[in-house]
């Protein structure tokens, strides 16, 4: 019955990576669009691996029933002492009569609250325990950013990533963004120093576990919820001295609206 057991445990596991890209983009909580293709493949595969295991177990299972005179035969044979001790220890015939452990269905559990509860994706827990992205130290090779704001027209309201707004604020020396509206979209995260809040958003290179944090720090409007998603219109506050030497960019926001989740919260 264990391998049953681990036959259904690996049927569970590849369905959970059907359902999360199939019918939904649940997936998104924890790998890159790309990867998408992968599970539906990894998916199909380990349902069709778990399947066979059952199928096979059922059907030796079966067998074993149709053997129930040589289990007799071996009964009697290990009352009367036995031809010699092979019989009498269960070596001699062939087959073994012991049976599996139970514990082996708590494989199950673990796969089963995976359907009860998804993990979600990355948030504000995550940015209070992490560091911010540090300053890349230069520029893009092209001199040209990725933002759109140098093609914008002058007044024109740019909307950035976070992560595009904070490396424009880190290495350009030209400081286009003084001055110029821009609108970027995250969710909230409580000022563990107590000073405003921030608006953030995690950029992953690959899945959540290499997510890196992307944040700016807004004090003039009051704190909205936490994981609560924003789209906040507003100016860089221009620091002084080096912009490699800032820590933390400042946001002064001048409008925002609440906005639904969207389906992939990571920023490429």
């Not at 071996?74 to 015939?93: K, L, Q, T």
């Not at 490396?167 to 563990?192: C, H, I, K, Q, Y």
């Amino acid at each position: 019955m264990n391998r049953i057991a681990q036959g259904l445990t690996l049927v569970l596991l590849g369905a959970a990576a059907l359902t999360s890209t199939i019918p939904t983009d649940m997936y998104l909580n924890w790998v890159k669009p790309g990867f998408g293709p992968f599970l539906v493949a990894a998916g199909a595969v380990t349902v069709a691996l778990g399947a066979v295991v059952v199928v096979a177990e059922i059907r030796g299972g079966n067998r074993g029933e149709d053997d129930g005179e040589d289990h007799a035969f071996c009964a009697a044979e290990a009352a009367d002492g036995g031809a010699d001790g092979d019989h009498a220890s269960g070596g001699g015939h062939g087959h073994d009569h012991s049976r599996a452990p139970r514990v082996a269905w708590l494989l199950l559990v673990p796969v089963v609250a995976v359907f009860v509860v998804a993990p979600p994706a990355l948030g504000s827990y995550t940015v209070e325990r992490s560091e911010p992205a540090s300053a890349p130290g230069e520029g893009p090779p092209s001199g040209r950013f990725d933002d759109g704001l140098d093609d914008a027209e002058p007044g024109e309201v740019v909307a950035m990533d976070i992560r595009q707004f904070v490396m424009r604020a880190w290495v350009d020396e030209e400081r286009a963004l003084s001055g110029r509206e821009v609108e970027l979209t995250g969710f909230a995260v409580p000022n563990p120093e107590g000073e405003g809040w921030y608006l953030a958003r995690l950029q992953m290179a690959c899945c959540a576990a290499d997510a890196i944090v992307n944040r700016v720090l807004i004090t003039n409007v009051p704190e909205p919820e936490a994981d609560s998603w924003w789209t906040v219109r507003g100016t860089w506050v221009e620091p002084e001295g080096e912009l490699v030497d800032v820590s933390e960019h400042r946001f002064e926001a001048l409008e925002r609206s609440e906005v639904a989740n969207p389906p992939d919260p990571y920023e490429a």
